[in-house]
């Protein structure tokens, strides 16, 4: 009797395969946890400095808006609402950006100074003229913000090395780059 029970416990032969399916479908299954709590992060910091790069290049959408608007009160509030609504988002990103890196914070702040510089003497001048329609013939002669692709450029390299913040090297040249 205890000789037949013990032949009826499986050989290593017969169960081998299905611990050796087991042991890869349990790795495949940590190494999915742990690529999707590395990727999870990385991608909520990018959609944010997605976010805060796209509000800081608005302020060129805001000079073409006035640029084009019909002269009514009414389209004149809703810019300068627009306007309100943008510095708002903008304020924040800067403090959120300052929450996650000092220096990607002042990368931004470099970057927004600078479009506004661009675009505020233009802004200005936009709202001393009555709006024209994007056909019209002068519409494609007035002054145009310059050279904020550079600015534009340096904050995305700023936000490539943060994102590679778990190297040291990106660290380094992030914070010699954006140091007082």
Known sequence: MFYEAFLAIPSPSDWAPAVGAAAIAGTAAVASTVAATIRGPRERRRAL?????????????C???????????EQQN??????HDLQE??????????????????SYCTLVDHVKRECLPLISSAWQTP?????SAT??????????NAAASRFLTDVRLHL?????????VLYFRNRK
Do not use: C, T
Request: glycine share 2%.
């Open 89 to 106: 988002r903008i304020n924040h990103h800067r403090a959120w950006l300052a929450s996650e890196s000092v220096y990607l914070a002042r």
């Open 49 to 61: 400095y997605s976010d805060a790069f796209r509000d800081a290049l608005a302020w060129q959408e």
């Open 164 to 172: 590679r913040s778990s190297l040291v090297i990106p660290s380094i």
């Open 131 to 135: 709006g024209q329609a994007p056909s």
């Open 63 to 73: 000079l073409y808006r006035i640029r084009r608007r019909d002269n009514s009160a």
């Open 139 to 148: 519409h494609g002669i007035k002054a145009h913000p310059r050279d904020i």
């Open 78 to 83: 809703d810019l300068i609402e627009r306007m």
